[in-house]
């Protein structure tokens, strides 16, 4: 195994260095995915709309959960009343019916408090991987338009890691970026507010 890995690089290098001069004037362009994704309208819009479920679904648990406090609090009082020295076998009884139904009723809702919050994190895990597809789908569209005009043969994202979360392109001329014209072409069609943002 030790002589095929020294083989393999021989072989690659073998390759890059009988490489005709066509090959070396390869043109290679570079786009910061990173940048151009958070610069883009339409995630900082869709970054508005998730923060609104975000909070809307924060609002619907910490009402549930108000709910909950409340009855653990009657739950409580019932307690204390089916111990109460003056109280009648019937009304002891009365009292220890109502709070074992508000037992019940905890622990449904309590329950449902859960279930509520695991399918809202599903749904805003779901709302936002469509909204990052669909955000980089026109990403895409307009770097491969964009590459088509200008006639790449190579374009690297600067902001990707490689498996060792190394930056992938370590090092590109300034010249070689052109994700200041993708965002520029991204938001062109910006909403008058977006744009200022």
Known sequence: MKKLIPFTALTVLATFLSASPAAAQMKVGIVDMN???????K?????????DARA??????????????????????????????ELT???????????DEKINQ?????????????????????QFMRM????????????????????????????????SQVKVVLYAAPSMDFSDGIITELNKNAPKKAATN
């Not at 940048?35 to 309208?41: A, D, E, G, P």
């Not at 009082?77 to 020295?85: F, H, N, S, Y």
């Not at 076998?89 to 709070?99: G, H, L, T, Y």
């Not at 955000?135 to 200008?150: R, Y």
């Open 132 to 163: 990052r597809g669909d955000i980089v789908q026109d990403i895409m569209k307009v770097v491969d338009t964009k590459v088509k005009a200008d006639g790449y043969d190579l374009v690297l994202d600067s902001s990707g890691l490689g498996v």
């Open 56 to 85: 809307q679904a924060k609002t619907d648990l910490d009402s549930r959960l108000e709910t909950l406090k409340a009855d653990m609090e009657a739950i409580n009082k019932l307690e204390a009343d089916t111990k109460k020295p």
């Open 35 to 41: 940048k151009v994704f958070t610069s883009y309208h």
């Open 89 to 99: 076998a019937d009304k002891r009884e009365a009292a220890i019916k109502q709070r």
């Open 106 to 126: 905890v622990r449904n809702l309590d329950r449902e408090i859960g279930e509520f919050r695991q399918t809202r994190e599903r749904q805003l895990q779901e």
């Open 43 to 51: 995630t900082k819009e869709a970054e508005t709309r998730l923060n």
